[in-house]
């Protein structure tokens, strides 16, 4: 004979452990996908920088690097020094800060005219009775440093290979104050009926900012070069303006304005190099993050102690690195297209940014940290088509400087311009390849070229050049 025990089982037990054991149980299956790391991508190989080549005696970038050297000291092994001492830091994966050598600093950059860089410096120039003293004054002041700027136009070459990693402060070579004080100079010769020797000292100066475009391995540096030889070819054109009214004095400036004339080579327009520099920043800084290398705590408020079993479990730096590689990758071809392809294809590319910045979906479950930091790091497609759309405004307005010239050379006057206008085989807007357009009310041959604006990419924004005042 059987007995049973009716009395029902209490079911807080089988509750308590579904509620212990979930989390558990998810915490195990969540470390098992995370067990293994990912093999190299192939993407890896595109997106190396190429190999030094050139000695650093004939390498205007070390000498940059030493603008800031004592007085009295050779700039060039200031910046040899400094340049190995980011090298040694970077071989020991020392988490320090390095600056480069700042004791001679330029003064009094804010009391230079042409402060906007679309401005037209030789007419700001010219319209400014106190401008001449004050140019000669800050000049006189900053002569060592304007010195050694001057000297790097004598160098073959200009190729930036610091380490990159992000814990390394970024070389002080942009002279700003430089270049500022040098294109008022300029102005000044100009106007004192010496546009030969501006020409000439122009030139020099457009020479070495190509060259710098060309060897430029970071954007900040790629982006500061274009803009300065947009306020050179700015200047080029002012002076191109001044000396309209005697054509027969351009033609001796021929040898000299030809090749400047020239639209931006293939090296010196492309981003490639830039973003390849970019992404060896993120390479180091996915590899050599660690619980000791972080400034806070991972998510911000935990104990410092649980972020060294976090990053051993759930953050995978090869994956992460593919991951950004393959980001890298579509920015390269982004950046390849030609300019009558630009909008669209960034367009196409920005429509992509929710699978980088979205961190909140479900393959997250794989190497969540790296995922995460990707997020957290990546800026918007649409800020680098804003970077590269840079260069097709310079290249476009490179051929409205080309027609401004060719058209002072050839005496046209303003009834003929809109005829020369249509018929030049420079005149092509960059994003439509349509005709440039003459603006018989201002003068100025112009068009649209893209805009940098927050969040969109446009091309509203009105490139010209005068031809008569």
Request: net charge neutral; proline share 6%.
């Amino acid at each position: 004979m059987k007995f049973t025990n009716n009395a029902k089982r209490p079911r807080w037990p089988r509750i308590i452990w579904t509620i212990l054991g979930t989390p558990v149980l998810l915490l195990v299956l969540l470390t098992v996908i995370n067990l293994v790391d990912q093999d190299p991508s192939a993407n890896l190989a595109e997106l190396s920088l190429p190999t030094y080549t050139v000695e650093d005696r004939d390498n205007a970038y070390v000498a940059a690097l030493g603008l800031g050297a004592p007085a009295g000291e050779d700039h060039w092994v200031s910046g040899q020094r400094y340049l190995g001492s980011l090298w040694n830091t970077y071989r020991q994966s020392a988490l320090v800060y390095e600056a480069p050598d700042r004791a001679l600093r330029f003064t009094r950059l804010s009391d230079l005219p042409c402060r906007d860089p679309n401005s037209d410096c030789l007419a700001e120039v010219a319209g400014n009775r106190d401008a001449r003293a004050a140019i000669q004054a800050i000049a006189k002041e900053n002569a060592v440093r304007l010195d050694r700027y001057h000297s790097l136009y004598r160098y073959p070459a200009f190729v930036e290979h610091r380490p990159h990693a992000f814990t390394l402060a970024p070389p002080d070579f942009y002279a700003a104050g430089e270049h500022r004080v040098t294109l008022c100079t300029i102005a000044l010769l100009v106007l004192e009926g010496k546009p030969e020797q501006a020409i000439i000292s122009l030139s020099d100066d457009i020479r070495y900012w190509r060259r710098v475009s060309a060897g430029a391995t970071t954007l900040v540096t790629k982006l500061v070069a274009i803009q300065s030889l947009d306020n050179d070819y700015r200047l080029l054109s002012g002076i191109l303006r001044h000396t309209a009214s005697t054509p027969s004095a351009l033609f001796k400036f021929d040898a000299i304005l030809q090749p400047l004339l020239l639209p931006l080579s293939s090296v010196e327009a492309k981003f490639g190099n830039a973003l390849r520099g970019e992404f060896a920043d993120f390479r180091h800084f996915f590899l050599t993050l660690n619980a000791a290398s972080l400034p806070m705590p991972l998510f911000g408020s935990e104990p410092r102690w649980l972020d060294r079993p976090l990053l051993a479990l759930f953050y995978k730096p090869q994956a992460t690195i593919n991951l950004s590689a393959s980001r890298y990758r579509m920015l390269l071809e982004m950046a390849a297209v030609p300019s009558e392809e630009f909008l669209d294809a960034s367009a196409n590319s920005a429509n992509e940014d929710a699978a980088w910045i979205n961190i909140y979906q479900p393959g997250l479950v794989y190497n969540p940290i790296g995922k995460t930091m990707i997020g957290l790091t990546t800026t918007p497609t649409v800020d680098y088509a804003n970077m590269f759309g840079r260069i097709h405004n310079l290249n476009g307005y490179l051929r409205l400087v080309r027609m401004q010239y060719e058209a002072a050379r050839a005496a046209v006057s303003i009834k003929d311009m809109a005829d020369f206008v249509s018929d030049s085989v420079y005149s092509f807007s960059p994003f439509s390849r349509a005709p440039m357009e003459w603006d018989t009310e201002k003068n100025e041959i112009y068009f649209l070229g893209l805009e940098p604006k927050e969040g969109s990419i446009a091309t509203s924004l009105r490139v010209a050049v005068r031809i008569r005042d």
